[in-house]
């Protein structure tokens, strides 16, 4: 068993409003960090999400129960021990003036240093290293007002390496960031736990990123609980439906993702085979249609071809054929079809 970097024990968080007063959050979570382990938090909006990760990282105090970093209580730490131990990326936004990103970098070596200090030639190296394994190197010279919202995250979790860290926090880093820029953010830091040994802790939206990646998932709910599990087992428990479906929404366990409800209006049979089928299946279903391998004979029937080595699709409906040569196309003619076709079966309002 690999060691645990942090420990939480009968911890209960939320705010201090002032006097004997608090805001309770969550209560009695007893909870685990783990060396080489990427553990993504994951719950609907306002359940205390941020409110966790600020405690876990000494940012607030919790309300009753312990935090422990390694065999240490994190209330008896000084701040320079707590950072040796702990990183922090917030997503709030970083106000650094006209400074170059290595200098940014270099302020992550402040535990080991007076921030007044020049770095020694093993800081320096230790700031290389942190840009090189957060993908941060080619950025290097430039200043950091410069850079896009995904280089500036690549840039502070650099800084959050540079302190050396046995444990990374990281709230909601794939935000304001686009899809290829949120795949590679959780593949680097699934990298930093599983090569690098890292303890790394983030929050994030992406459910669907959060279970191809994380080796363990803090399912968050409404009431404060978290549910705990490799995200394979939280699947299968029906975890994932129990803290995010809604009326007209909810988690499929055969595809990992979230469906909309679709009311069909007519079923139709598609045969295919490849990628365009599935794409088409998924167009199909998306506009209101039941999709089925076979079916009775009067039925609208679509066939997936290849002509000349690009796909084609034959829609055979009321005793004719015609070749669509986009799914946009298809679709339009088959949603027309079915209009006409609710239109003719509605039941009429009388004439006055």
């Known amino acids: 068993m690999k060691p645990k970097v942090l420990t939480t024990r009968d911890l209960s968080i939320g705010y201090r409003l002032g006097g004997q007063e608090s805001r309770l959050v969550a209560s009695g979570l007893k909870l685990s960090l783990i060396e080489g382990e990427l553990v993504c ?3 609907p909006n306002g359940v205390g999400k941020t409110t966790l990760l600020r405690t876990l990282a000494a940012l607030q105090k919790p309300l009753a129960g312990q935090v422990e970093l390694g065999n240490k209580l994190l209330a008896q730490m000084q701040e320079k021990e707590i950072a040796r131990t702990i990183s922090l990326v917030l997503t709030d936004p970083v106000e650094v003036g006209q400074m170059r990103v290595e200098e940014l970098v270099g302020m992550g070596r402040f535990p080991y240093t007076n921030f007044f200090d020049s770095l020694n030639a093993s800081d320096e190296r230790v700031v290389r290293d942190a840009m090189r394994s957060a993908d941060a190197e080619n950025l290097k010279g430039r200043f950091f007002t410069e850079l896009s919202d995904g280089e500036r995250q690549h840039v502070m979790v650099a800084r959050a390496l540079a302190q050396e860290p046995k444990l990374m926090i990281l709230d909601e880093p794939t935000a304001f960031l686009d899809l290829p820029g949120r795949v590679k953010m959780m593949l680097m830091l699934q990298k930093l736990a599983h090569q690098e040994g890292k303890a790394v802790l983030c929050s994030t939206h992406d459910l669907d990123l959060a279970l191809q990646v994380a080796d363990w998932i803090w399912l968050m709910d409404r009431d404060g609980s978290i549910t705990q599990g490799s995200p394979e087992d939280l699947v299968l428990r029906g975890e994932f439906g129990k803290t995010f479906n809604r009326p007209g929404v909810e988690f499929d366990p055969g595809s ?34 039941d999709v089925l391998e076979e079916g009775e004979s009067g039925l609208p029937l679509v066939e997936v071809v290849m002509e000349d080595g690009r796909p084609s699709w034959r829609l055979k409906q009321n005793g004719g054929v015609i070749s669509h040569s986009s799914i946009y196309s298809l679709v339009c003619a ?18 006055l």
């Open 41 to 43: 938090l994951i719950g």
């Open 256 to 289: 990992g993702k979230f469906k909309t409800e679709v009311v069909s209006h007519q079923k139709l049979i598609l045969r295919g085979g490849g990628i365009e089928k599935f794409w088409t299946m998924r167009a199909l279903i998306r506009v209101g249609f």
């Open 334 to 351: 088959l949603s027309e079809e079915n209009q006409n076709l609710i239109s003719e079966t509605a039941p009429q309002k009388a004439r």
